[in-house]
């Protein structure tokens, strides 16, 4: 795990380069691998991202391009999603 100060410094060398940043922690070494296979199952559950106000809901891929899952409980265990639910368990 690194200190508050390295990843500080990781991350503001990397920002200048690319905003984003992947920091390795060895909390999860022990179901990578299955997180990632778990992941995969995820797939058909992925739905484009919409909007709202009130009650009226919408798409519009120009404004909001993403997509989404709500990973829940339920689905973990509907879909036998162990490693991920000890993932969100951590």
């Known amino acids: 795990m690194y200190s508050t100060n390295e990843v ?7 920002r200048e380069k690319n905003p984003h940043a992947i920091i390795k922690d060895h909390a999860f070494d022990d179901i990578i691998e299955s997180l990632h296979e778990e992941v995969q199952k995820l797939r058909d559950h992925i739905r ?21 899952c709500w990973v829940t409980p339920e689905l973990c265990e509907e879909l036998k ?10």
Do not use: C, F, H, N
């Open 81 to 90: 999603l162990t490693a991920l639910e000890t993932y969100i368990q951590r």
């Open 8 to 14: 500080d410094i990781l991350t503001s060398v990397t």
């Open 48 to 68: 484009p991202a919409k909007m709202s106000k009130g009650l009226e809901v919408w798409a519009d891929e120009y404004l909001r391009g993403d997509s989404l």
